[in-house]
C-alpha cells in the first residue's frame, strides 16, 4: 500500500499481530478500519497503548481499535467536537469529549463517512497548539 513506505514500527507489527490473532470478522473488520484510516491521513502514526489497543495519531489520538466479543469498537478521542452527518457514532453518546462507533458482525460503515471523520477527527487536532512545547 503506497504511503506506507517507512519500515513497519513495533506498534504497526503488534496490531498486524493482533488482527491475524482474531482471526475472524473482528480481525476482518478492524484491517478494514485500519486500511481506511491510512487512506484518509496517509502521515498517521500508529501507537499501541493500554495493554493493547491499537491507537492511531496525528497531532494526538485520532481514534483507537478496541476488540470485543460481539463489536469492534473505534473511539474517537475528540469525538463530541467532530461532525458526523453519516450518523456514524453509535455509543459513548453520553460524554462531552469522546466517541464511539461499535461496529458489529456483517456491518460495513460507510467508507467515504468513515473517512471523513477520520480527517475532521486530524484536523481538529491539528488546529490546536500542543499544551506542551517540545524542545
Known amino acids: 500500500m503506497s504511503g506506507m513506505s517507512n519500515p513497519p514500527s513495533e506498534a504497526a507489527a503488534l496490531i498486524d499481530a493482533r488482527i491475524a490473532e482474531l482471526g475472524d ?6 484491517a478494514r ?6 487512506e484518509a491521513v496517509p502521515e498517521v502514526v500508529e501507537t499501541w497503548k493500554w495493554r493493547g489497543v491499537p491507537v492511531w495519531e496525528a497531532g494526538g489520538i485520532l481514534c483507537t481499535g478496541e476488540t ?3 463489536v469492534v469498537k473505534l473511539t474517537f478521542a475528540k469525538g463530541a467536537s467532530l461532525p458526523d452527518p453519516a450518523g456514524l457514532f453509535n455509543s459513548s453518546l453520553e460524554g462531552n469529549t469522546r466517541r464511539a462507533i461499535d461496529i458489529p458482525e456483517g456491518v460495513v460503515l460507510d467508507a467515504d463517512a468513515f473517512k471523513a471523520l477520520v480527517r475532521a477527527a486530524a484536523a481538529l487536532n491539528m ?6 512545547g517540545k524542545a
Open 33 to 38: 478500519m485500519r486500511g481506511l484510516i491510512h
Open 68 to 70: 470485543y466479543k460481539a
Open 25 to 30: 470478522w473482528r480481525g476482518e473488520t478492524l
Open 127 to 132: 488546529s490546536k497548539p500542543p499544551k506542551r
